[in-house]
C-alpha cells in the first residue's frame, strides 16, 4: 500500500469547496489506501479515535491557554463515540470537537464555530482507479472573524500542517 501523504489542492467535486473563497487558511491532504469497506465518517472516527496521545495533549493545552481570552473548551480531539453506527450521525449533531454539516457515504464535512474563527474539516473518499487504490481527502479550511482569530492562527497553522499529515499516515496504518 502507497500511504504516502500528499498536500494538494481542496477538490473542487469536494463539499469543503465553497468554503475556500475568502479562507484565512487552507490546508489540503491526500493518500491512497482507503479501507473500500468503510465510508467516510468510518474513515473519520477512525482519523480522530487514532490521534496520537501528544496531539491529544495539545488540544488538553490549547483548552486551557484559550480560557483567559475567553474562547471555548473544545474537548480532546479523540472524543468521538466510536461505539455508534456511523450512519446514525446527522447534521447538527456533535462528533467530538465538531458539529456535523453532512454525512454521505463518501463524504462528511464538519466545521467548529466560534467567535474568533470557523474551521471546517472534510474527509473525502475517491474510488480506487486502474493505477491506485481509492485515496482518502482531508480538507481543513479556516475563515477568521477578527484580530484575536488571525493572533490564534499565527500558532496553530505550522502545528496543523505538521500534525494532519501524520494523523492521515496513522489512519492508513490502522488495521481494519
Not at 73 to 93: F, H, K, N
Request: with cysteine; net charge positive.
Amino acid at each position: 500500500m502507497n500511504s504516502q501523504v500528499m498536500r494538494c489542492d481542496v477538490p473542487s467535486i469536494s463539499l469543503i469547496y465553497p468554503q475556500v473563497a475568502g479562507a484565512s487558511f487552507v490546508d489540503c491532504r491526500q493518500a491512497n489506501g482507503a479501507n473500500p469497506g468503510r465510508s467516510a465518517m468510518e474513515h473519520f472516527l477512525a482519523l480522530m479515535a487514532g490521534m496520537p496521545r501528544w496531539i491529544d495533549n495539545l488540544m488538553v493545552l490549547r483548552n486551557r491557554l484559550v480560557q483567559a481570552v475567553g474562547l471555548k473548551d473544545l474537548g480532546r480531539l479523540t472524543g468521538v463515540d466510536r461505539q455508534r453506527g456511523p450512519a446514525s450521525y446527522q447534521p447538527g449533531e456533535r462528533i467530538g470537537i465538531f458539529t456535523l454539516i453532512r454525512n454521505t457515504t463518501d463524504e462528511v464535512l464538519l466545521v467548529d464555530r466560534d467567535k474568533h474563527l470557523d474551521v471546517y474539516i472534510s474527509l473525502m473518499l475517491e474510488p480506487a482507479t486502474v493505477d491506485s487504490r481509492g485515496a482518502i481527502t482531508v480538507s481543513t479550511v479556516v475563515h477568521t472573524h477578527n484580530l484575536l482569530g488571525r493572533l490564534y492562527m499565527l500558532p496553530v497553522a505550522p502545528f496543523h500542517r505538521f500534525i494532519a499529515p501524520i494523523a492521515l499516515g496513522r489512519l492508513l496504518r490502522s488495521p481494519g
